[in-house]
DNA sequence: AATCTATTGCAAACGATTTGCATTTAAAAA
DNA sequence: TTTTTAAATGCAAATCGTTTGCAATAGATT
């Protein structure tokens, strides 16, 4: 049971070399900012707003607007995940190559601190909506909310 | 088994008298625009955002900044509850007199239709994640997507 | 090295939401 | 009922996240 499993939560870091593979792959250059984004991306578990990515940069190394849009077409490619934590800001996370990267998160509503929840309930509950309703293709979006063990008084 | 029953999602409407009273007792003022507000959200079972509340309106009977403030105010005292449908847009409901209006949508993400979704699965979810990561309070965000019966090919 | 086209930076536009402030008005007091 | 008082409104302007236009730059291909 060595760490190199295929559990796509294990969160081993992707290379650097595979991820820009798969963007020549896509036929996107890989430019200065991209492989400075992907960098930031990689060493970091949880999703990130393109502020925090910005933030992270060296000085000067792109502007916020890159970012944006490097972040659209990251998440275009199957590259990145967004996530909506319900408070205005777009977050992302890196993802692994053929994983769609669903799955969901518990965050402290105190100190905004993350965990990246593994399990994925609602799957088998899907069907039986879109069955209810007639509803096809049908997904979901799913985040917790709570105070960590920190925040509690 | 009549249709005045507990169900909190039977949608039954809720009376204009009613919804002053209430708001009278969190020591607010009944205006004109509030209870025009009240009245269309009465008769909508589906969230609304503030555009659409302002388009129900009678022309000219209040500005739209005077929706966003009376929205803020009715989600304060617990009149309606705010759904997030991640399209950065909030849409609300009114929702009844001790209900705390947690409940979910199955929304097609071609036409937008909306479906309510009475059931809520992952409560008892809930407890196994609090306990699981340490944290209190846990309360969750579940929205479904998909394609409705009328939309697919 | 030359070419071609995607990518970038910067400024400006956008859409949802909030805020400042002077004016109006509902509700409490007289 | 009139007076008083604080809350609510309208309007303009500000804010915040995100997108877009455009000319300049720089990967990738030849």
Redesign the interface.
């Known amino acids: 049971m060595n760490s190199s499993g295929r559990n796509p939560h294990a969160h081993q870091r992707q290379e650097l070399g595979a991820l820009t593979s798969r963007l020549r792959r896509e036929a996107r250059k890989i430019t200065g900012p991209r492989a400075a984004i992907l960098e930031i991306l990689r060493h970091h578990p949880h999703p990130l707003t393109n502020k925090e990515i910005f933030a992270q940069l060296p000085a000067g190394e792109c502007d916020l607007v890159t970012i944006y849009r490097a972040m659209r077409m990251l998440e275009q490619v199957g590259m990145v995940k967004r996530f909506?934590f319900?408070d205005?800001v777009a977050r992302f996370e890196l993802i692994e190559e053929g994983d769609d990267g669903h799955h969901h998160h518990?965050i402290?509503?105190h100190c905004a601190e993350v965990?990246e929840?593994r399990e994925c309930?609602?799957v088998e509950?899907?069907a039986r909506?879109?069955q209810a309703?007639?509803?096809?293709?049908?997904?979901?979006?799913?985040?917790?909310?709570?105070?960590?063990?920190g925040c509690?008084k």
Chains 1, 2 share one sequence.
């Open positions: 909506d319900g205005g518990l402290c509503t965990v929840i309930f609602p509950i899907e909506i879109a309703y007639g509803f096809s293709a049908v997904t979901h979006r799913l985040e917790f909310f709570g105070l960590c063990p509690q």
